[in-house]
């Protein structure tokens, strides 16, 4: 049974070296007997930002636990069950969930196991589109947005899992959509696959404040923020009044000893700025309703979602690092086994 092994506690960046692979460990592959547990292949695996935390032995205000060093990092995958002492799941079933990164697991805590109904769709879509990632943007731009037709939306991050997606919708319900990515491929993929109005490259503006403008002469309705620091003060000086700010995550602050301060949150006064933080898991009663959303725009080619694909468990390290640096052109996966 390959395993992805955390080795210990970070501070800072991750480096690839967190991580190293084991072929040694054999997993029983039967379940202990009376186990209302599952036996599981993993299938895809899902590379996410938020398993650095995890790698941080400090306890981020309780939402995130943290690994155990010498243990199998865990995250999101899409995998078929092989035994099953539970009576929700049989063998054959594929599921996504919370599993490990290692050939089979054993996964204890099914509450957390959804079962997939849909196969007309690529499995790995479920740790994506129609996973997590699905959820966050769904939930942050349906929910937390409070979205109208006509209204000007800007995406940060917007070529990676959530961002991509976010445009979309905001795109099919009659929105102006901007995203800001960090290469001219990803600006590419935002004007000419997804179909943003417009796109830009971070890196190449040196005044953010000047580059909104330029997009948004008559101002941001809606922010779904993803990166923070220096790019969220420029929104905020660009946004309309009665704008939403839909605080996913800040990966630009996520590394930092201290996080940057933020200057123009006085803004949110005169200019009666909401802005809310969600999380996704909050939203998981709401997974049916998006799904409803969501299989319809797959089926009819109205929504596109692209994924890069690592072939094989040892490249999850690398996968997971790059994040942190761009390196992923849409939802990072790792593919584990075709079937
Ligand atoms: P992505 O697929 O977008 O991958 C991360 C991307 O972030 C990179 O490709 C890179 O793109 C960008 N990035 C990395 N470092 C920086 C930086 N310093 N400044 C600006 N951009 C940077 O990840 P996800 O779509 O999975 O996640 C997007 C955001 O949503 C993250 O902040 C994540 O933590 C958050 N999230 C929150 C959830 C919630 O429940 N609230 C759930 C899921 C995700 P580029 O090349 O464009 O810079």
């Known amino acids: 049974n390959k395993q992805v092994l955390f080795r210990n506690y970070i501070g800072g960046f991750p480096k690839e070296s967190d991580m190293y692979i084991s072929t040694e460990n054999t997993i029983r592959l039967k379940l202990p007997q009376g186990s209302n547990g599952v036996l599981v292949k993993n299938l895809v695996l899902s590379c996410d930002p938020f398993m650095l935390f995890l790698m941080h032995k400090s306890d981020h205000g309780g939402l995130f636990g943290c690994y155990t060093p010498d243990s199998p990092i865990t995250g999101y995958g899409v995998a078929k069950i092989l035994d099953s002492g539970n ?15 290692e050939e089979y697991s054993i996964i204890t805590e099914t509450e957390s196991l959804f079962k997939i109904e849909h196969t007309d769709v690529p499995p790995s879509y479920y740790t994506g589109i129609l996973g997590m990632p699905g959820i966050t943007a769904c939930a942050g731009f349906y929910e937390v947005s409070t979205p109208k037709k006509g209204e000007t939306v800007f995406v940060s991050a ?96 996520y590394n930092l000893a201290e996080p940057e301060g933020v200057k123009n949150l006085m803004l949110l006064i005169d200019k009666r700025i909401t802005m809310q ?9 709401h997974y049916s309703k998006f799904l409803d959303i969501l299989l319809p725009f797959i089926r009819e080619g109205k929504i596109i979602y692209i994924e890069d694909v690592a072939e094989g468990l040892d490249k999850t390290p690398a996968a997971l690092v790059g994040l942190f640096s ?3 052109i849409g939802k990072q996966v790792i593919v584990v086994s075709r079937e």
């Open 158 to 253: 917007a070529s990676g899992a959530v961002g991509q997606l976010v445009g979309q919708l905001a795109k099919l319900m009659g929105c102006y959509v901007v995203g800001s990515a960090g290469s001219k491929e990803k600006v590419d993929l935002l004007k000419y696959k997804f179909g943003f109005d417009d796109a830009f490259n971070y890196k190449e503006e040196h005044d953010l404040t000047a580059a909104l403008k330029r997009y948004f002469p008559e101002g941001i309705d809606i922010y779904f923020e993803n990166v923070g620091g220096e790019m969220l003060d420029a929104v905020i000086l660009n946004m309309r009044k009665h704008g939403r700010i839909a605080v996913c995550g800040m990966i630009s602050q």
């Open 87 to 101: 009576p929700k799941f049989k063998k054959g079933d594929l599921v996504w969930g919370i599993t490990g990164f």
């Open 277 to 285: 933080g969600f999380v996704s898991f909050d939203y998981h009663t």
């Open 326 to 328: 761009g390196r992923n």
